[in-house]
């Protein structure tokens, strides 16, 4: 975020320079106010292009084997042109290698989900999904497993037949 608040104000004296300078072989022709016009011009594009273009960038980052699971669109009432094109500024993704399948325990896969937001750090969330029981379980440090490998006394999260997630996971091999 810093980064970018450098590039945006680099940006924004770039774009007062090239005015002036412009300004300066015109003889004065292009009125004072051109200089910061340009540079606010310059910064508000640049901001917008940073915000919108941010997931699609993020995105191709990624290696093959992610696959993105959710998206969140973003507005706000402080950016009213979000309402009319809102913008991603988080989103969820799997590594379809990574999955974990265990014979004992038919239908249920293990898969590692990473959460990406703009302005904040990324995480990892390990968890289970029972693909015939179309629920989630969120692993952590001292779950237990059976001696079949099963989770034992898990927090089920029931999922919809249609959730991003457990169609993803349940469809990968």
């Excluded at 941010?54 to 084997?65: M, V």
């Excluded at 993105?68 to 809102?86: A, D």
């Excluded at 497993?145 to 919809?160: I, K, P, S």
Aim: aromatic letters at 10%.
């Amino acid at each position: 975020m810093l980064m970018e608040l450098i590039a945006t104000f680099a940006l924004g004296f770039c774009a007062a320079g090239v005015v002036m300078l412009l300004r300066r072989f015109t003889s004065g022709r292009l009125p004072r106010w051109s200089t910061p016009l340009a540079a606010g011009l310059a910064m508000i594009s640049f901001t917008l292009w940073s915000e919108y273009t941010w997931f699609s960038r993020t995105e191709a980052g990624l290696p093959e084997s992610f696959e993105v699971v959710t998206q969140h669109e973003h507005t706000s009432i402080f950016r009213p042109w979000t309402k009319l094109t809102p913008f991603v500024d988080r989103f969820s993704a799997i590594d379809k290698n990574a999955l974990r399948r265990n014979e004992q325990v038919p239908g249920q896969v293990m898969a590692e989900v990473l959460m990406v937001a703009r302005h904040t750090g990324n995480a990892r969330l390990p968890v289970l999904i029972d693909c015939p029981g179309t629920r989630r379980a969120d692993l952590s440090d001292g779950m237990e497993f059976d001696e079949a490998g099963a989770l034992v006394d898990a927090d089920w999260f029931q999922l919809t037949s249609d959730d991003p997630l457990l169609k993803t996971v349940c469809a990968a091999k």
